[in-house]
């Protein structure tokens, strides 16, 4: 949770804490932009994921303010992101059952 903000360093230090714990096996972020921009928490995720290594799969189901530019942001570093909720919960429950 960032907590309503739209501050990038949140999802960077979110991130850290989330990719600490080995037990993770994917990284579902569900983001409904009303408060938050959507395209600062795709820079979050984009400036997290060159600073370290994530080794689990991340789904990103972005939906809400500047949510264009938000798929634009993770479309040029090659993430992709989704709008549908029960889209991005099924496929981070695949992967989840594909790490165990």
Known sequence: D?????NPEKVVNALKIITADPN????????????TRTD???NGI?????????NVPIVIRLTGTNEAEAFKILESVGMA???DMDAAVEKAVALAKEAA
């Open 2 to 6: 960032i907590g309503g903000s739209s």
């Open 24 to 35: 993770v096996k994917v990284i579902l972020f569900n983001i409904f932009g009303g408060i």
């Open 46 to 54: 984009v400036q997290a994921t060159s600073q370290f290594k994530v």
């Open 81 to 83: 992101a989704m709008n």
């Open 40 to 42: 600062d928490v795709a």
